[in-house]
């Protein structure tokens, strides 16, 4: 005995059905049938022989109901649970898809992973936004021609290792504008004149000199007071550097108008912290070699993109730069020869020699430069002045009677009876210190 089956159909199928039936009824041609199902005529052609043959069962898939051959396993949707709530407990489902991948060889779609994560409450859906959406500029056409930069502060180390690196670390990071590429990323204290330049000293170095650098309107960067808006001459440290490399400084006037470097921010905040904590990274100097070595590399072969063009607009130093670059990388700042031929700065008192490689005299303005290395170098008319640094500042300035300091031998340098005995009472409260002289 033969049992009728309850057959299930969509009101697709039902129409097609219909068609079908007045195909085979020759109420339609081929192509008008083919038409009206919106399938090509040879397709139409095997549809009408299936329904000919079997009837209504003609318009069902022959797999409905089975298992597809593609079906993942039991074994393996758990296996990647496991792992997921813990180990990839607050990973994007992208982030995520790739480590199990790499790590575990279970090969699964970033939205089969989207889709365990969201049932085991470990991602949650992003709402639409309905915040006005900015648009981004067009990419620059070559490499070279802009890098973007910015510094990023965040707890990189989550919490780990605190008493040494810090609650927060900031990161500084350049993007190229044509490619998306991180050219080059450093874990620093701060975002200050000394880390940036050390930055930027290692960049140009490496790569040569961009066209532009593009970034936000930080201290460092830029001054901000109303007095430098028309005072084109008021200008940091930086723009100074920059202005003597070639190199154009363009500060963006809002966070989305570098948009390039902030999504990388807001990337690597995402995906560096976790990779740092899979890897056990602790330091700053372990993170800054897994920046270099490994996560740059691997990040840059996924995500970058091909440039319009191919040309490097990267600039080579040239033999002046290179030999004045550290100079050029410095901070600088103006002071004045007082009347006993010391310079003042920063608590330090600075001894002028008797014979420099130029002619120096009491009032002129030097300039002290405070290099990479921490050594203060004293410049005058392109010249570096000889001097030694003074363990305590001198009892009382002595106006000395020589005109100026010289490449020759002074003559006629003598002290008053005043002066020696100052002189005197400076080196015997050494003595009693137990400290060397000065010499």
Known sequence: MVLNQLITM?????????????????????????KQINLSVRQTKRLKARVGLWGIKGIIHGNRG???????????????????????????????????????????????????????????????????????????????????????????????????????????????????????AVFEDHEG??????????????????????????????????????????????????NQLNIR???????????????????????????????????IEDANKYLKEIFIPKFNKQFAVKP????????????DEKKNLDQILSIQNERKVSNDYTVRFKNNYFQLKEIQPTTVYKKDTVTMEEHLNGEVKISLKNYYLDYVVLPERPIKEINVKLPALTTKQPTGWRLTVSEQEDLYRCWLAREMRGE???T
């Open 10 to 34: 969509t009101s697709k199928e039902v129409r097609r059905y219909e068609i079908i039936k007045n195909l085979l009824a020759k109420k339609l041609d081929g192509s008008e049938a083919a």
């Open 66 to 184: 089975k298992k597809g051959n593609r079906q993942i396993g039991e074994k393996i949707i758990n296996k990647t649970k496991e792992l997921l709530k813990k180990i990839y407990y607050d990973f994007n489902p992208l982030l995520a898809q790739e480590h199990l991948k790499d790590d575990h060889q279970i090969q699964l779609s970033k939205e089969t992973v989207r889709k365990i994560m969201i049932e085991e409450k470990l991602w949650h859906p992003k709402k639409r936004s309905t915040i006005k959406k900015h648009f981004w500029r067009e990419r620059k056409d070559n490499y070279g021609e802009m890098e973007q930069f910015d510094g990023s502060y965040h707890n990189w180390f989550e919490g780990r290792n605190q008493e040494e690196v810090g609650l927060e670390q900031c990161l500084l990071v350049s993007v190229d504008d044509a490619t998306g590429r991180i050219t080059k």
């Open 193 to 242: 004149v000394i880390p940036v330049f050390r930055f930027w000293k290692g960049y140009f170095e490496t790569k040569g000199l961009p066209n532009a650098i593009y970034l936000d309107k930080f201290s460092t960067y830029k001054i901000n007071h109303k007095n430098a808006v028309d005072n084109q001459e008021l200008m940091t440290r930086f723009e100074r550097a920059m």
């Open 436 to 438: 060397p002289p000065i």
């Open 308 to 319: 319009k063009k191919e040309s490097d607009l990267h600039r080579k130093l040239n033999t």
């Open 249 to 283: 400084v363009i500060h963006a006037n809002s966070p989305q108008a570098k948009g390039r470097v902030e999504k990388m921010n807001g990337t690597l905040q995402r995906r560096l912290v976790k990779e740092m904590r899979l890897n056990k990274i602790n330091t």
